[in-house]
C-alpha cells in the first residue's frame, strides 16, 4: 500500500490530468438546456421513470452539469448545497449527513442507496461515508428526496432518500487518468486524490468501465491549527458492466473494494479504572467491498420486471474495536399500467443482516454475533385524472423484521400539474425507524465528563442496549408548489409538518454509583468519579415545522444563479429533557436555517467561473457556531484539449467547527482552508 500511496503523492502533486475520451460517448446532461433538465427522468418517487417536475414529492436533483461545475471530489461535498439536507465533517474520517434533522456521524433515519443498493449498515447504524468513494464523474445523478420513502424503500427511509444513480458502462469509453493536489492551513498538509478509469466495449452489445481512486485527506485540526490524526488514506477499486442481449433486456453487474487506513483520536483513557483527562490516539483500518447483480425484462410498452440481489461486506476497527457485517439481499419488483388511468408498481424483497464484533475497545455487545433478517412487501397505484393533470398515488410497505416485528408504512400522494408550467403537491405519509444492534446490544461509554453544575465529580454514564424497543415512528405532512417561466426560470417551495413518536433517548436504570480511590492528600481514600448506568428508551414526542426553497435563474447565455434556502423548528412534545438522560440523543443536531447561493458564469468560451456561498446556522444541542462559507473554481479552457482550474474551499475564514462530536469522545475537530489545482489533458 505505501508504494501505491507515494505513487498517488507524486502524480497528484503534479496536478495532471489525462483523458481520452470515445467519439461514440453517449450524450450527456450538459448539453441540455433548463427546460429539458425540469423534465429529467427520476425512480426514487415511484419506483419508475417519471418527470422530476411530476413527482408528489420535495426531490432535488445533482445533474451530471452541476457536478462538473462545481470542482467537488467526494459524495458529501456534492450534497452540501440541497435544501433541508445538513452535512456536517467530524472527523477526516467522518461526516454527519442528514435530512430535516437528526443529524449525528450515525444519521439513522436517512436511507442512502448506491444503484439500488442501500449502503445502510446495522451494526454500527447509518452511513460508512468515508467508505464510499465512488469518483463524482462517474455519477449520472443524484436524485434527493426529502421526506419519507418508506412505501417504497422501507424501514430507516425515515427523513429522506438519497439516490445515486451511475453512468451506464457505455458512457465512458475510453482511458482517462486524473489528479488533484493541494494543501490546507494553517497546518499545512496535503491533499490529493488520483483516478484511473477504463472503459471498452464488450462483443456488439455490452461495456465495462474499469476504475482505481485513492484518497489522501488531510486530518482535521485543533483550534489552535494542530493536527489532530494522521491523514486518512483511502483507495477504492470497481466496476461496472452492463449488457443488453436483446431489445428487451438489461443487465447489469458491478461491485467496488475499499481499503482506508485512519486514525481515531479518543479525549480519555482509563488507567486502573480512573478516567484521565489525555488523548489516545489508534491506528485504523476498514475495508469495505460488494457486488450487485441487476436483470431487467420490457415485457411490453405498459410493464417491465427487475431482479436484483447484491452482497455487501464491512469490516472496520475503531475506538479498539473491530466490527464486521455482511449484508444479502434479494429484491423483485414489477411496474405495469392499466388502460390511460392507473400504473402499478409493486414488489417483495428480503435481506440478511450477519454481524459479528470483538470485545475490548470502546463499544462492546451483549451478543457479539448476531444474524437477523427482512421479510417485505410493497404495492402503490397510482390514478390519472382531468388528461393527467391529477395524480394520485396510495400505496404502503410491509416488512417484518427480527427487532420489532411487523410494521407498516404507507402513503398517499397527490399532484395538480398545470398546463401554465407550475404543480401543486401535497402527501401524508407514515414511517418507522427500527432499532439498530447498537441500540439494542451495545455497552458503552460515551466519555468522562468534567464537573459541572450540581455535580461536583467526573462523570461517565454507561449506556447499555434494549431489547425490547419499539421502532421510532413519523407521520409526515407535506405539502409543496413549483413553477418554471421564460428562458430557464423555475422555483419550488416545500413546507412540511413531521410528527414523531417513541424516539430513542438514553434514561438511568439504577442509581449512580461513587467511585472511591486513594487519591487524596497522603493517599487518603476520597470520591473521583460518578457512574450513572443508562439504557436506551422510547422515551421522546418531537415535532419539527419546516420549509424549503430553492429558485433558479438563467440570468443570460453565459450566467446562472441557484439559490436554496431551509429553516425547521424543532420543539419537544412531552417535556423537556430529564437532565439524567443524555444530550446527545436528543433530536436537535440541526441547524435552525441554512441558506446558499451558486453562481456560474462563462467569461469567455474559454474561461469559466464558479462561486459557491453558504450559511450555516449555529447547533443549539450540539454546541456548535454558525459559520459562511465561500468556494471558488476557476477553469481557464486553453484550447478543446487543454484546461486549468483552481479551486478554493473554506475561504472566508482560516480554520472553524462544524460538529461537536459527543457520542464518542473525540476532540473537536476544525476544518481547515483548502486550496488545490489542476489541469487537464484529453486526446
Known sequence: MSKFYLTLLASACSSLSLATASADELTDLTELSLEDLLAIQVTSVAKRPQPANESAAAIFVITQKEIRQSGAKTLPELLR?????EVAEVENHSTAISARGSNFRFSTKLLVLIDGR?????????????????PVEDIQRIEVVRGP???????NAMNGVINIVTKHAAQMLGTSVSGTAG??????QVLSTMTVRHGMRVGED???RLYATGHNTPALSTKEGEVIDDEDLALQVGFRFDYEPTEIDAITVQGDYNYTDFDSTLDYDNVFGVSSFRPRTTGEIAEKANILARWSRTLSPDSKLTFQSYVDYLSRSEFGGEFEQTTVDFDMSHYFSTGKRWETVWGLGYRVYSDDSTDGGSVDFADNSRTTDIVSAFVQQEAF???????????????????????YQP???????????????????????????????????????????????????????NEDLDAETLIAYEIGWRKSWGNGHSIDLTGYYFDYDDLFLIGPIQAPEILFGPFGPGGMIVPYQIIQPVDVENARKLEIFG????????LSADWDLKLTGDVKDTSVKDGPINDAQLPQFFQGFTPHYQATLQSNYHFTDQFFGHLALRQVGPLEENPTPSYTDLDLRLAYRVNSQFEFSIEGDNLLEPLRTEFTPLIYPVPTGYVERRLSTSLSVRF
Not at 149 to 155: E, I, N, Q, S, V
Open 206 to 208: 455490452g461495456a465495462l
Open 118 to 134: 442501500t449502503i445502510y449498515t446495522s451494526i454500527l447504524p447509518g452511513v460508512q461515508w468515508d467508505l464510499e468513494r465512488l
Open 81 to 85: 448545497y440541497v435544501p433541508g439536507v
Open 385 to 407: 385524472f382531468a388528461n393527467k393533470k391529477l395524480h394520485f398515488s396510495l400505496g404502503t410497505k410491509l416488512e417484518h423484521n427480527d427487532f420489532t416485528g411487523f410494521e
Open 183 to 188: 494543501v490546507t492551513g494553517p497546518s499545512d
Open 149 to 155: 420513502g418508506a412505501t417504497l424503500f422501507g424501514a
Open 411 to 465: 402513503s398517499f400522494r397527490g399532484i395538480w400539474v398545470s398546463d401554465n408550467q407550475w404543480s401543486l403537491w401535497g402527501a401524508i405519509s407514515r414511517a418507522v425507524r427500527t432499532p439498530s444492534r447498537y441500540e439494542t446490544s451495545a455497552i458503552y461509554t460515551t466519555g468522562v465528563y468534567p464537573p459541572a453544575g450540581d455535580v461536583p465529580l467526573p462523570a461517565s454514564y454507561p449506556v447499555f442496549g
Open 547 to 554: 420549509a424549503e426553497a430553492s429558485l433558479e435563474l438563467q
